[in-house]
């Protein structure tokens, strides 16, 4: 009788702490800050309203707020070079980022368009 509490006991402990676990595992895309993870990774070089910084301009960064620009460029490239950066001039960010949060970032990208 004692071992079957036993068992019962850990076997509901092990099943909520897997519950909990993988609760909490997910980020949801309504979940994301966008404009948080902008300031966090991107305003170094493209500042808040997507224009490059000093630094960003040493870089040749994109003005992303350039109506020609937004034009130009496609959502798929922009998640390919937040994805994979360019070498010695920008990071790239597949292995930090999620492909939500990623697609997060492209949303405030165009959002300079609209200014």
Not at 74 to 89: M, R, S, V
Request: aromatic share 6%; glycine share 6%.
């Amino acid at each position: 009788m004692f071992k079957a509490g036993i068992f019962a006991v850990t076997s509901v402990a092990v099943v909520a702490g897997i519950v909990t676990f993988f609760s909490g595992a997910h980020i949801s895309r309504a979940d994301i800050d966008a404009g948080k993870l902008y300031a966090t990774h991107c305003v170094t070089c493209h500042d808040a309203n997507g224009k490059p910084t000093d630094i960003g301009a040493a870089l040749e960064s994109s003005d992303l707020s350039d109506a020609a620009w937004q034009a130009k460029a496609t959502d798929e490239q922009i998640i390919k070079q937040i994805n994979d950066g360019t070498p010695e001039k920008m990071e790239a960010f597949k292995e930090k980022l999620s492909p939500d949060e990623v697609n997060a970032l492209v949303t405030v990208v165009r959002s300079f368009g609209k200014k």
